[in-house]
T-cell receptor, first 117, second 115 residues
Framework: QKEVEQDPGPLSVPEGAIVSLNCTYSNSAFQYFMWYRQYSRKGPELLMY????GNKEDGRFTAQVDKSSKYISLFIRDSQPSDSATYLC?????????????????FGQGTILTVHP | GAVVSQHPSWVICKSGTSVKIECRSL??????MFWYRQFPKQSLMLMAT?????????EQGVEKDKFLINHASLTLSTLTVTSAHPEDSSFYIC???????????FGPGTRLTVL
């Protein structure tokens, strides 16, 4: 079983739809949860990151973390064709007891999203 | 946001030659840099973790003699693919972590094609 599971899709939605992207994980040590967007032949771009459980909103994007269920989500409201990309969830755990340093990211497989006009 | 650059963005080389890829953090000091490899339609595969002034830590299955990593300063890490072969053709991406130690910022990637 992979540490992080993400439905690869592909996911195709009409413009204006609400998009829900999800990941599950098995490692309870993960404390930081990130969402990256990657366009074709480009490096990943950090969209949002959250610490521990809860919600975080940034414009049209909302990230949710439920540590009790080991489940994270990214919602995109009023989706646009420019949102068409691969979305990657990623997680990290602290390297030290104080939680001041974090190590490598563990990525999901990525979900390919297409928003058609 | 923090900016990470990579050079070159695209390189074609003959089999048996060595290729060096540079990764720079442009507006912050990176205590740690990571090197990834990505195949088409797949997620990122971590190759190694690089800390300034110390030897890189390689992931299991990654040949350290083939993929040489040097992290000479807080803003520069290099990956050298030695004696490249066609199976080394891939998209190589670096990332950098700032002093805050949480957010990873990725470079634009380098596409390597070995003929």
């Amino acid at each position: 079983q992979k540490e992080v599971e993400q439905d690869p899709g592909p996911l195709s939605v009409p413009e204006g739809a609400i998009v829900s992207l999800n990941c599950t994980y098995s490692n309870s040590a993960f404390q930081y949860f990130m969402w990256y967007r990657q366009y074709s032949r480009k490096g990943p771009e950090l969209l949002m990151y959250t610490y521990s459980s809860g919600n975080k909103e940034d414009g049209r994007f909302t990230a949710q973390v439920d540590k009790s269920s080991k489940y994270i989500s990214l919602f995109i409201r009023d989706s646009q064709p420019s949102d068409s990309a691969t979305y990657l969830c990623a997680m990290s755990s602290p390297l030290n007891a104080g939680g001041t340093s974090y190590g490598k990211l563990t990525f999901g497989q990525g979900t390919i999203l297409t928003v058609h006009p | 946001g923090a900016v990470v650059s990579q050079h070159p963005s695209w390189v074609i080389c003959k089999s048996g030659t060595s290729v060096k890829i540079e990764c720079r953090s442009l507006d912050f000091q990176a205590t740690t840099m990571f090197w990834y490899r990505q195949f088409p339609k797949q997620s990122l595969m971590l190759m190694a973790t690089s800390n300034e002034g110390s030897k890189a830590t390689y992931e299991q299955g990654v040949e350290k003699d083939k993929f040489l990593i040097n992290h000479a300063s807080l803003t520069l890490s290099t990956l050298t693919v030695t004696s490249a072969h066609p199976e080394d053709s891939s998209f190589y991406i670096c990332s950098a972590v700032g002093l805050a130690g949480v957010e990873q910022f990725f470079g634009p990637g380098t596409r390597l094609t070995v003929l």
